[in-house]
């Protein structure tokens, strides 16, 4: 058995998905569709996890998280105490 055998084999094989990834990222997902999964495992009719939150930031006069998967969007506004140039 060569040096690449056993327990890191695995890292090799990773390690050449994560390339054919980002050289070739249409022929890469084509492959999970054609078996109707994504490439986290999931199936096509499966969502990813989701989770808002209302009023995240206290100094904003609007504000909200959103999970989706991995991913987390924090977005807060605020509006000016005086308006007065648009009194006119």
Not at 21 to 48: A, H, I, M, N, W
Not at 50 to 60: C, F, M, P, T
Request: hydrophobic letters at 45%; charged letters at 15%; glycine letters at 14%.
């Amino acid at each position: 058995m060569g040096a690449d055998a056993g327990a890191g084999g695995g890292d090799a094989a990773s390690l050449q998905a994560s390339a054919f990834k980002r050289l070739y990222p249409e022929q890469y997902f084509q492959r999970f569709l054609s078996e109707g999964l994504r490439p986290d495992g999931r199936t096509l009719s499966v969502c990813r996890a989701a989770s808002i939150g209302l009023h995240s930031v206290a100094q904003a006069d609007g504000s909200a998280m959103v999970k989706l998967g991995a991913t987390t969007v924090l977005a807060g506004a605020r509006r000016p105490l005086a308006a007065g140039w648009l009194a006119g």
